[in-house]
Each structure stands twice: as structure tokens, then as C-alpha cells.
């Protein structure tokens, strides 16, 4: 299909592991993107990783890249309160200046 | 260091009326993208500017048009608005050499009525 997927919600308790899952389109896109926007705000970069890669860690971040299922996740370790908003999958695929291509994004509520 | 930055913040407009948006780029980037988010979707790409012209374009109509200054700001506008226009257009930037990284600005919220 055409859509970059993601399941729309997901909750956690406090202090447990996230994980949120995407599956993209393109199996020749070049880099992959997690971006994580709160209410009213624009979207910020989280993590990226090259389609090279099967793992990148920063920090509490975690990308894991499953290039044959065209499968890419993201765990979030320890998760805080401030860790809730809605967090988008994008690809970039090749030739040139090829723009993001988004999912609809999965709200992550973190419970107390 | 100013990240991307977009002005203004809100506006209403009604239908039939014509908008126009601004963005600056984060220091250093001389690529800027428009992309528009609808309620409960995830952004989709509008076009791409650099070197004051529009280098690629995504599945929007010819309502839709911008535009580049030489100090690599750039301009978002909608002729002959719409109800489905409504949405929050968000603009990313980035590097000539590292423009496979967008950096987005808090996006400026449009309601048509």
C-alpha cells in the first residue's frame, strides 16, 4: 500500500517500557524518522536512523529497523509523564529531495 | 540559535478569502518545506523550496502557491479558501548538505469558516 501504518493509541504506566510500531512502504527508503509532537505544538525530532542500520541508541531511545518487513519501532525506556503526545513514523524515500512521508501517528499516554 | 520559526500563530479566515504564511528557517538551512496536518492525520507534504524555486510538490491544487526570498525565508499562500483548508501548516527546514534532516517550526493553526 501507499500508507506509512502505525497503531493509534497506545498506554503505559509509568516508569515501564514503551514501544511503538510502524510499518512503511517503501523497502528502498534511505532514512527513517520519529518525531513526537504535544498538544498544539509543531513536530520535533527525536531519532532518525539510516536504512543501513538495524539498531540506534540515544539514551532512553531505542529505533529498531526490520528492513525485509519494512518493520521500524521505537522504545522509549523508563517512560515519564512528559513523554505523553503523539509520536509520527516518517520516510524519506530515495531520489533526491523527496519529501517526508508520514504515518497518522500513535498517541502515547502515560499513566501515574 | 532561533529555531524555525512561523508567523502568525493563528488566524481565522472564511471561505472564498486568501491567506498567507511565513516562515524562517533555522540558521544554516537554506531548504524549507510546507507540509499540512488536518485534525487526527499526520503531515502531508505541500512543497519544497530551494534557491528560490520550488523543487518538488506533492498532490495539493494550484490554490496552494509560495514562494523563496533570497534569505531563504518563505512564504505559504492559499487563494480561494475552503473549509477542508482548515489545518495546521507546519514548515521544516533544513541543511543543503544534511537535507535528509527536517526540522519543523510550531506551525501556524488556519480556520476557515
Known amino acids: 500500500g501507499e500508507d506509512v501504518e502505525q497503531s493509534l493509541f497506545l498506554s503505559v504506566r509509568e516508569g515501564d517500557s514503551s514501544v511503538i510500531n510502524c510499518t512503511y512502504t517503501?523497502?528502498?527508503?534511505?532514512?527513517l524518522y520519529w518525531y513526537k509532537q504535544e498538544p498544539g505544538a509543531g513536530l520535533q525530532l527525536l531519532t532518525y536512523?539510516?536504512?543501513?542500520?538495524d539498531m540506534k541508541q540515544d539514551q532512553r531511545l531505542t529505533v529498531l529497523l526490520n528492513k525485509k518487513d519494512k518493520h521500524l519501532s521505537l522504545r522509549i525506556a523508563d517512560t515519564q509523564t512528559g513523554d505523553s503526545a503523539i509520536y509520527f513514523c516518517a520516510e524519506k524515500r530515495p531520489s533526491g529531495n523527496t519529501p517526508l512521508v508520514f504515518g497518522k501517528g500513535t498517541r502515547l499516554s502515560v499513566i501515574a | 540559535d532561533a529555531g524555525v520559526t512561523q508567523s502568525p500563530t493563528h488566524l481565522i479566515k472564511t471561505r472564498g478569502q486568501q491567506v498567507t504564511l511565513r516562515c524562517s528557517p533555522k540558521?544554516?538551512?537554506?531548504?524549507v518545506s510546507w507540509y499540512q496536518q488536518a485534525l487526527g492525520q499526520g503531515p502531508q507534504f505541500i512543497f519544497q523550496?530551494?534557491?528560490?524555486?520550488?523543487?518538488q510538490r506533492g498532490n495539493f491544487p494550484d490554490r496552494f502557491s509560495g514562494h523563496q526570498f533570497p534569505n531563504y525565508s518563505s512564504e505559504l499562500n492559499v487563494n480561494a479558501l475552503l473549509l477542508g483548508d482548515s489545518a495546521l501548516y507546519l514548515c521544516?527546514?533544513?541543511?543543503?548538505?544534511?537535507?535528509?534532516?527536517?526540522?519543523f517550526g510550531p506551525g501556524t493553526r488556519l480556520t476557515v469558516l
Open positions: 536512523i539510516f536504512s543501513n542500520m
Open positions: 523550496y530551494y534557491e528560490e524555486e520550488e523543487r
Open positions: 521544516a527546514s533544513s541543511p543543503t548538505k544534511g537535507r535528509n534532516t527536517q526540522y
Open positions: 540558521s544554516g538551512h537554506d531548504t
Open positions: 517503501d523497502s528502498s527508503s534511505t532514512y
